[in-house]
């Protein structure tokens, strides 16, 4: 069995204050898997992802990215985190930076790119997402729809081995759910490894290859995405009716 | 949308209402011109002379005045100036110099014409000079002896019979002579020309001139004394010369830095004549209405006064003696002085000043000044300002706390030292540095932190900062305070407060890491451990006489008392273990449960140990038991109160009724110390019972509030933070004028960056050290206001500076991060672009507070605006107007500051992002 590009072993997330975001949670995701974590608020989702780059630091557990531990003092923790690519929920493009900027930041200060590659790769990877006519505007006068495909560009450009989605539609209104979904969609069936916490349960149905849910801060269930038209789990069942109602 | 609407739209006043606003308080101020005011009388007075021919000179001759004047007129005044009589004069040409000495009168002018009038005669003997030469200036060597100058080099000696020619070749016009008594005269003229002569004006020889003045026209000399001599040029500059040493006056000549035209050694006027009055006071006149007097040789020449138009033409003074005297002018214009022409104050009288302009003309050269003077400290004061604020509020957004530093960073701690060991080769520095940082990642990465090597250290850190502690207190207590005037030890002896921070800090840091266990976790402290440790210092910080005259440690101190101190020692560690293990449940549990009325007992007999050690520290150090019964008698009741306290459940609740009772007595007895209520002492308390009463009720409230449980987290202590919030309290909690008084005569800063900063700068001439030098270093008060003003603004642009990045969503920050980019680079290429672009506005706030607080730079003298105008105020005592004026510019660098920060922020406008956005 090929090693998992990512690998999440007993993690556990305690917040100061003493809410257990997180209660042991263990999972793998192999190359170019896609995996969706889904469940309710509060049932630790975006800890978890956010414990993967360590964005929030876990209190317990294991977090290896193709073998290696990463959440340890001595890993290279920017160096990790240019591996790993982050699309957020509410964007968070870089207001003051044109889309192009926005893309090359990285590249020229963290990958040390020449202007001229950033800017190549910069249109490659635009153009992927479909916003390559919007390369000179600001994220301020871009729509929410736009603006979540640019954050996948730049996440894209810096080339990393998984991306982290976290709940990427969230934000954004129906119309423009379906375009950002496409591109997403579209990385999948490129072989991208990722992991997208969403609501979208009809995504993670049609796009994922493989479904977690969590309940509490626990993996609750978890199989491939015929799961969802199948839950195993009455609490599954339980989750599931309620969103559909 | 275009970006130009942005101001049209977004204006909250028109344009239109701010220029009437402005115009109607220029018109206000303008309009109340002729206000009532205290004033000043100009120190001349206008004389009648009888004549409107140009009086080109004028001389004190016995007990008489002359002037003198174009086509040969000649007036005098017998009277000291106020009237005067025209003369018969036998002279038709211009007479233009004229000298007054060894009782006679001389007088000369165009084609040769001199006029002799010996002592005692009332007659003028004509004594022309054959040549015909138009004479510039004239000066007596004796009674009937003369010597004259005129154009391209022409010197005439006269010896009482004949005239003599004594040029030695100088090409160009000699402009003045002047003779201190028979022997020796100087000459100077155009092209810097300086001659002198020993011998009565027979041989004449060459004198340097300052280079400055080589091609200048030294339009007037005066061999004052032996001691002095002046010059003057037509460009407004001071020539001074003195007797050094065995160097008769005349050979070294020194152009005047004159303070008063901020050092220039320049006037700026034309000047035309000058009048020595002694070695110090001179009086100067000049064309287009000048007239000056300096009273100290030169360095400050105050213009004066004048009666009459701005424009008359002044050409000379004569003095009767050093204040009675007259200044003649053309168009027959004399004035009168008796006050050297001083201005005078005439109390509660219309202005004098003849109209608004003359009041502006004689001021706006002092105001102009004071604006450029603030201006100056207020650019540097903002660019030090923002910059401290910039670096102050990234310290005070740094994540890293002691955690990281111990996990990651330890071995970077040595970088202070490898940076002082390789202060003088950078490259080596660099290379270092960077191998250090890789040393520390690597260490972090394989070697786990050494638990027992932390406990160790923390162990010896403790130990140092109380060692420091006690060594320190004997110089605290050498300051003789008392009590709460103990709070002015920082400046009474600045070491000793930071030994004490020092060791503070140690023990502090100490106590974090003795119980370290290898987590970074946080600690949950019942209270009850925290008061003795703190009561303990107090009692040791204090030096309060234990017993008898002597403190603790005073007897720590002494050398042959040495088991005595180390018995101190121990004991004082036994207090500090004995307190740690208090906290300790397990302790509890030997009897019985572990809940807080067993914790109050605990202490209780805790606090009858203390008592019972101290007690016995007195006996042996061999002190009057009797006298500390008193003592052991307070400790023991707060200790019995507290068992009986604890038995019945008075502790932890709302029955605090001994407590109460205690506390009221503590109070009482500590006020005592400071106002000197004597309650106890009547009982037969004294300072030491005093003191342990305080630590009695000081433990006894943390029995009430044991069980208590707070949460400590040492490890998280950021001390990056804590440096910049130091910084920022001290600037943000005193008076920003305490601060630039504090700064420039406490510290005395200016001196102390002036002195060497010249030193070093010394012989330099390139641009920018010739900038330093004379822009910047030239002025103590300057260097001291830019600092103060700069640190202190430096601290509140810091927080303002913190709220824009606060205002920065922390999505940003993880943005960042996510794609790679370390903490420093976030900041710099994703947080600071968008916070500098919110914190324009306040930061524009700030500004103008600097420059309005600017003018509290006068307090430490430094001339900028408000200052000027207190000193204009002084002179002229044109309150309103000055004050207006002042005020006015104010408002226009303040108004132009504003626009400049408005301009700014409409053109850092981030496309689509805050309010009225495009």
Redesign the interface.
Known sequence: MPEAILSVKDMEKTYPGGVHAVRGISFDVNEGESVAIIGSSGSGKSTVLRCINRLIEPTKGVVRLKGEQINTPAAGINEVRSRIGMVFQSFELFAHLKVLDNITLGLIHVRRMSREEANEVARKVLDRVDMLDRIDAYPGNLSGGQKQRVAIARALAMKPEVMLFDEPTSALDPELIGSVLETIRGLADEGMTMVVVTHEIGFARDVADRVIYLDEGVVAEEGPSSIIDDPKTERMRRFLSSIND | MSTGTHQERYRAVPRRVEWVVSLALLALILATSSAAAQSLKSGWAEMESGTESDLLTAEAHVDMLWAFGTNGTMLSSGDGGVTWQSFDSPANSDLIASDSAFGALAVAGGDGTVLLMKEGGGAWEDVSIPAQMDVSSIALTSNGSLVAVGPAGAIWQYDGNAWQDRSIGVEHDLLSVSFLDSENGLISGNSGTILASTDGGVVWDYRDAPGQVSSKSIVSIDYFSAIRAYAITDEGHILRSSREGSVTVGFVWSLVEIESHGRSTSLGVELNSMEVLSTYKILFTGPNGYLSLSKDGGNIVSKQMLPVANDTNFNGVAMIDNFKGIAVADGGSVLWTDNSGEEEAVGFQIIDFGDFGQFVDYSKGMLMDGLVATIKIVLFGIAMGFTIGVILSMLKTSPTTLKNIA??NRYQLAIPFVILANALSLGRLTTNIASLRAKS?EI???RPINAPAVKLFGLAMMLAGIGALLLILGDVWALNLLGWERIYVPVGDSGAFAYILLGIALVLLGLTFLPFNGEFS?KEVSLPIIPPIAITLVFVAGGYPLSGEDSLVDLLMTGSEFVFSLTILVTLLLLASVTYFLGRPEVFTLIGKADERNLALFFAIYEGLYGIIIFWLAKISGTNIVHDLDVFLFVTATSAAYILGAKKGWLNGDKTVPCTLVVLLTLIIFFQKIVEFNLMRGIGANEESALLVLVGTASFVAAITSGRKISLNPWGVRPLNSIATLYTDFFRNTPLIVQFMFIHFGLQLGKLIQEPGLLMLEGQDDPISSFLRDGILADRAYISAIFALGLNSGAYQCETIRGAIAAI?S??M?????????YM?TMK??IM??AI?ICIPPLGNEMVNLVLNSSLAMVIGYAELTRQGKLIIAVTFQIFWTWGMVMISYFIVTWTLALILRHLENKTR????GIG??
């Open positions: 996990q990651s990642a972090a990465a394989t946080a969503p999505g940003q993880e943005a960042g991060r996510s794609i790679g980019l370390n680079q290429l994703v672009p968008q672009r981030i496309p689509g992002l956005g495009a």
